[in-house]
């Protein structure tokens, strides 16, 4: 079921959160009081919910900020904004990152950017979907070709880990750290996954798809469906009224740029950052590979990105992948 038009023009006007009369929105709509309330129950099915009070109308559980590619735009620096082919904002989709994947083999150009309102498949790693309810988090992919093969962007999942921090940091939300290999953390629960799907010849031209999906504000309803601990970026700082356009993007400011000359800088120039906000290195934690489980402490990433892990007998372990879980206690 897609939004209907009239759902966005009624979402555009109670989106300030506060109380508007039936009366007024029907006229306004241009549709009857009935239909009014019947247009808003159906936007429950987006995770979307409204409180209706006798003599005062309808209102919003909480200020909703839709985003807009004008808004966007205004706030991207000049360098960004060169970087960017086409910038799209999908009111639902199935996947960012599916859109995108399937916009590679139809030869969609290098920036192509995807933002999405709700995801009726978001992609998580390993097969798992992303909780994706709609207009309150963020939901983006990034398309770009590169020249010299998936061995030269080897790594490139840490270096977006990095440029995910540094835009959150300038919004101003503290407190976090990264998790290897792809995950956005903050006091030991997830805020941010990250995504990357590589296509096309091994020593060759290749298309890399970059999806984040970033917790803004996750109602506890929406989140029954999680199995592992999270959060998002109100709880962190403690703000309600956050602004989805602003940190959209100062999140394209940080990752195209990172991206674009990923190729040529490789991950040597973001191996330090990364070591600064590990969560992992020095934990007690279980590596699962496939039916496997890999318990020891972590000791941080060697210069290639891959996970160290030292074992009950005192030797160090490499990994080049895995799903990680540990609970933050520090190894003596």
Same mark, same amino acid.
């Given at each position: 079921?897609?939004?209907s038009?009239?759902?966005?023009?009624?979402?555009?006007?109670?989106?300030?959160?506060?109380?508007?009369s039936?009366?007024?929105l029907?006229?306004?709509?241009?549709? #009857?009081r009935?239909?009014?309330?019947?247009? %808003? @129950?159906? /936007?429950?099915?987006?995770?979307?919910?409204? &409180? $209706?009070? !006798? *003599?005062?109308?309808?209102?919003?559980?909480?200020?909703?900020?839709?985003?807009?590619?004008?808004?966007?735009?205004?706030?991207?620096?000049?360098?960004?904004?060169?970087?960017?082919?086409?910038?799209?904002?999908?009111q639902?989709i199935?996947?960012?990152?599916?859109y995108?994947?399937?916009?590679a083999?139809?030869?969609?150009?290098?920036?192509?950017?995807c933002?999405?309102e709700?995801q009726?498949?978001g992609k998580?790693?390993?097969?798992?979907?992303?909780? #994706?309810?709609?207009?309150t988090?963020?939901? %983006? @992919?990034? /398309?770009?070709?590169?020249?010299?093969?998936? &061995? $030269?962007? !080897? *790594?490139?999942?840490?270096?977006i880990?990095?440029?995910v921090?540094?835009?959150?940091?300038?919004?101003?939300?503290?407190?976090i750290?990264?998790?290897?290999?792809?995950?956005?953390?903050?006091q030991?629960?997830?805020?941010?996954?990250?995504?990357?799907?590589?296509?096309?010849?091994?020593?060759?031209?290749c298309?890399?798809?970059m999806?984040?999906?970033l917790?803004?504000?996750?109602?506890?309803?929406?989140?029954?469906?999680?199995?592992?601990?999270?959060?998002?970026?109100?709880?962190?700082?403690?703000?309600?009224?956050?602004?989805?356009?602003?940190?959209?993007?100062?999140?394209?400011?940080?990752?195209?740029?990172?991206?674009?000359?990923y190729?040529?800088i490789?991950?040597?120039?973001?191996?330090?950052?990364?070591?600064g906000?590990?969560?992992?290195?020095?934990?007690?934690?279980?590596?699962?590979?496939?039916?496997?489980?890999?318990?020891?402490?972590?000791?941080?990433?060697?210069?290639?990105?891959?996970?160290?892990?030292?074992?009950?007998?005192?030797?160090?372990?490499?990994?080049?992948?895995?799903?990680?879980?540990?609970?933050?206690?520090?190894?003596?």
């Open positions: 079921m897609n939004i038009d009239k759902q966005k023009q009624l979402l555009s006007l109670l989106s300030d959160g506060e109380f508007h039936g009366t007024q029907a006229a306004t709509l241009g549709i #009857s009935s239909a009014v309330w019947k247009q %808003l @129950s159906g /936007l429950r099915e987006w995770g979307i919910h409204h &409180a $209706a009070v !006798s *003599g005062k109308g309808y209102r919003l559980d909480r200020p909703l900020e839709l985003l807009t590619a004008s808004s966007i735009n205004a706030a991207l620096n000049p360098q960004t904004s060169a970087l960017i082919s086409t910038l799209e904002i999908h639902q199935d996947s960012t990152n599916r995108l994947v399937e916009a083999q139809h030869n969609a150009p290098s920036g192509s950017v933002f999405a709700h009726t498949a998580g790693r390993r097969g798992r979907q992303w909780v #994706s309810p709609y207009g988090n963020i939901y %983006l @992919s990034i /398309l770009w070709h590169f020249q010299q093969g998936p &061995a $030269a962007i !080897s *790594g490139l999942s840490l270096a880990g990095v440029a921090i540094r835009a959150l940091n300038q919004y101003q939300v503290d407190d750290g990264l998790k290897w290999p792809n995950d956005i953390y903050s030991g629960k997830k805020l941010g996954g990250i995504l990357v799907e590589v296509s096309g010849e091994s020593d060759g031209p298309s890399a798809v999806g984040l999906g917790n803004l504000f996750m109602a506890e309803t929406e989140a029954k469906g999680i199995t592992q601990a999270w959060t998002d970026v109100s709880k962190i700082t403690g703000q309600k009224q956050l602004s989805r356009n602003i940190l959209a993007a100062m999140l394209l400011n940080h990752l195209l740029p990172v991206i674009a000359g190729e040529s490789g991950l040597d120039a973001y191996l330090d950052e990364w070591r906000y590990d969560c992992l290195s020095g934990n007690f934690a279980t590596l699962f590979i496939g039916q496997q489980s890999i318990e020891g402490i972590v000791r941080g990433i060697d210069a290639n990105g891959m996970l160290l892990l030292e074992r009950a007998e005192g030797n160090i372990q490499t990994f080049a992948s895995g799903e990680v879980s540990f609970n933050s206690v520090a190894a003596p």
